[in-house]
């Protein structure tokens, strides 16, 4: 309830939990109906996967090779190859757009959406670009409805993650690579990863760890690495000899270096105290408040430390917590939602998005939700999208969102909906009076549409 405004479980779900009403779309019925939904946003068969991105890389390299050797035909073949990835890393922006669009309730999306960006990678020059797209699904998509340390282990050792973190560039000093003198010139041992594992992955910032904990993970965690030209994910010759302390336990104490020794170390970490505080605080913020009571912090912690991080446990208390109803419209839409929420409440479908052609896509999409603040694909650091609300509502990101709403549905939309209609498929029966007051003197349809998705109502959850 907001001050006396009533709102339905299944319009206060679809809005707070997934990305909002659409006249597509049948409400749900309960917290059962939306749980059951979320494996809707499984892994997808049509995207891109690692093993054709490594065919892709390897077809790059011999290119470069043959322009290097001087062959002119080699030059066109690359700007064309080049030119195909690009198509290919846009295909997977407009998919995702069209899962979200089309999702009948939206939750399953949205945690996919949250978990790719707590395990943040992202930017880089297209092939990187279109393995970020392999990494949703195949390191993100998987696992959100299972363990928390499955979700870590996938996700940091994915090669998308330990590209962004600079992983391979990570070599023990005491390894066999290291003891090369070819390879002495390059050896370092990179921090990043570990760095991240820790602070932003699973314990969180301020938790009870040292340098010296960091610096005895990233030697834990070299032999990751990832080579196109190599179809494994560890390379023991470039490894740490263990044994090695993290957080007062040993690990790899026979001595040779094994992936094995990660995934030990992932489930502990997984396993800490502080990794549940972490992420029931990151859950509540994101679907919740910006500032969540810690009585709903210290229930989803219990039962992610009760359940040994069971996702899906924590999935329930979320979509059955007073606290969506007592803090309803505290949380500002960011870019992306604000995107799809609107697309959806004005009858656009998924075949509609991925029909749309490469300039449409970019001038009526990407090319706004940059403008917005979000720029697809290219988060700010690796601890992602800032989740404060004063982050997204600046002049700019208002002026933005204006302009889109007055500009862009007209084109996706030759005949706009009745602004009335649409201001009760957008909002249901939760629009304030001043909007219901406002929106039938609108003197145009796309005056009335714009003042419907420009509403402080609809851009707040």
Same mark, same amino acid.
């Given at each position: 309830?907001?001050? $006396?405004?009533?709102?339905?479980?299944?319009?206060?779900?679809?809005?707070?939990?997934?990305?909002?009403?659409? &006249?597509?779309?049948?409400?749900?019925?309960?917290?059962?109906?939306?749980?059951?939904?979320?494996?809707?946003?499984?892994?997808?068969?049509?995207?891109?996967?690692?093993?054709?991105?490594?065919?892709?890389?390897?077809? *790059? =390299?011999?290119?470069?090779?043959?322009?290097?050797?001087?062959?002119?035909?080699?030059?066109?073949?690359?700007?064309?190859?080049?030119?195909?990835?690009?198509?290919?890393?846009?295909?997977?922006?407009?998919?995702?757009?069209?899962?979200?669009?089309?999702?009948?309730?939206?939750?399953?999306?949205?945690?996919?959406?949250?978990?790719?960006?707590?395990? +943040?990678?992202?930017?880089?020059?297209?092939?990187?670009?279109?393995?970020?797209?392999?990494?949703?699904?195949?390191?993100?998509?998987?696992?959100?409805?299972?363990?928390?340390?499955?979700?870590?282990?996938?996700?940091?050792?994915?090669?998308?993650?330990?590209?962004?973190?600079?992983?391979? $560039?990570?070599?023990?000093?005491?390894?066999?690579?290291?003891?090369?003198?070819?390879?002495?010139?390059?050896?370092?041992?990179?921090?990043?990863?570990?760095?991240?594992?820790?602070?932003?992955? $699973?314990?969180?910032?301020?938790?009870?760890?040292?340098?010296?904990?960091?610096?005895?993970?990233?030697?834990?965690?070299?032999?990751?690495?990832?080579?196109?030209?190599?179809?494994?994910?560890?390379?023991?010759?470039?490894?740490?000899?263990?044994?090695?302390?993290?957080?007062? !336990?040993?690990?790899?104490?026979?001595?040779? =270096?094994?992936?094995?020794?990660?995934?030990?170390?992932?489930?502990?970490?997984?396993?800490?105290?502080? +990794?549940?505080?972490?992420?029931?605080?990151?859950?509540?913020?994101?679907?919740?408040?910006?500032?969540?009571?810690?009585?709903?912090?210290?229930?989803? =912690?219990?039962?992610?430390?009760? *359940?040994?991080?069971?996702?899906?446990?924590?999935?329930?208390?979320?979509?059955?917590?007073?606290?969506? *109803?007592?803090?309803?419209?505290?949380?500002?839409?960011?870019?992306?939602?604000?995107?799809?929420?609107?697309?959806?409440?004005?009858?656009?479908?998924?075949?509609?998005?991925? =029909?749309?052609?490469?300039?449409?896509?970019?001038?009526?999409?990407?090319?706004?939700?940059?403008?917005?603040?979000?720029?697809?694909?290219?988060?700010?650091?690796?601890?992602?999208?800032?989740?404060?609300?004063?982050?997204?509502?600046?002049?700019?990101?208002?002026?933005?969102?204006?302009?889109?709403?007055?500009?862009?549905?007209?084109?996706?939309? !030759?005949?706009?909906?009745?602004?009335?209609?649409?201001?009760?498929?957008?909002?249901?029966? +939760?629009? &304030?009076?001043?909007?219901?007051?406002?929106?039938?003197?609108?003197?145009?349809?796309?005056?009335?549409?714009?003042?419907?998705?420009?509403?402080?109502?609809?851009?707040?959850?």
């Amino acid at each position: 309830m907001m001050g $006396s405004l009533m709102i339905s479980y299944p319009e206060l779900a679809t809005i707070r939990l997934g990305y909002g009403l659409s &006249s597509h779309m049948v409400q749900p019925f309960g917290p059962d109906e939306i749980l059951a939904a979320i494996h809707q946003a499984g892994p997808d068969g049509d995207t891109v996967n690692m093993e054709q991105l490594r065919k892709l890389q390897l077809r *790059t =390299a011999k290119l470069r090779q043959r322009i290097k050797l001087g062959e002119k035909r080699a030059r066109e073949a690359y700007t064309t190859e080049r030119q195909y990835i690009v198509q290919l890393v846009r295909k997977e922006m407009q998919r995702r757009f069209a899962r979200a669009i089309d999702d009948p309730i939206g939750f399953g999306e949205r945690l996919v959406q949250f978990w790719a960006d707590h395990f +943040t990678v992202g930017g880089g020059p297209p092939h990187q670009r279109l393995m970020t797209a392999c990494y949703v699904n195949e390191a993100i998509r998987p696992h959100i409805t299972g363990n928390f340390a499955d979700l870590m282990f996938a996700a940091e050792t994915h090669p998308s993650m330990l590209i962004y973190l600079n992983q391979n $560039s990570s070599i023990g000093p005491n390894s066999r690579a290291a003891q090369k003198a070819q390879e002495k010139r390059h050896t370092g041992l990179n921090e990043n990863l570990a760095r991240e594992m820790i602070e932003l992955h $699973s314990l969180g910032v301020g938790a009870d760890y040292t340098q010296k904990d960091v610096r005895q993970l990233a030697k834990l965690l070299t032999g990751l690495t990832y080579r196109a030209m190599r179809d494994e994910l560890f390379n023991a010759n470039r490894a740490e000899p263990g044994p090695e302390i993290v957080l007062g !336990k040993h690990y790899g104490e026979h001595g040779a =270096a094994r992936l094995s020794d990660i995934r030990a170390v992932i489930t502990d970490l997984a396993r800490h105290p502080d +990794t549940a505080q972490h992420l029931a605080r990151k859950l509540a913020i994101h679907f919740v408040t910006d500032q969540p009571p810690q009585s709903l912090v210290d229930r989803l =912690a219990r039962v992610y430390a009760d *359940t040994d991080g069971d996702l899906n446990a924590m999935n329930t208390e979320l979509v059955e917590a007073p606290e969506l *109803t007592a803090f309803f419209r505290h949380k500002i839409r960011q870019p992306f939602d604000f995107m799809v929420a609107s697309l959806r409440s004005l009858g656009v479908t998924g075949n509609e998005i991925m =029909a749309l052609k490469p300039r449409q896509f970019h001038g009526w999409l990407t090319y706004p939700l940059a403008k917005m603040g979000q720029q697809w694909g290219n988060p700010p650091g690796p601890d992602g999208w800032p989740e404060s609300g004063e982050n997204w509502v600046t002049p700019q990101g208002i002026a933005a969102r204006i302009d889109w709403a007055m500009r862009i549905p007209i084109k996706l939309r !030759k005949n706009l909906p009745d602004p009335r209609q649409l201001l009760q498929v957008a909002l249901g029966d +939760t629009a &304030s009076e001043a909007l219901q007051w406002a929106v039938p003197k609108a003197e145009t349809a796309r005056d009335g549409v714009a003042i419907v998705l420009a509403s402080a109502d609809f851009n707040r959850r």
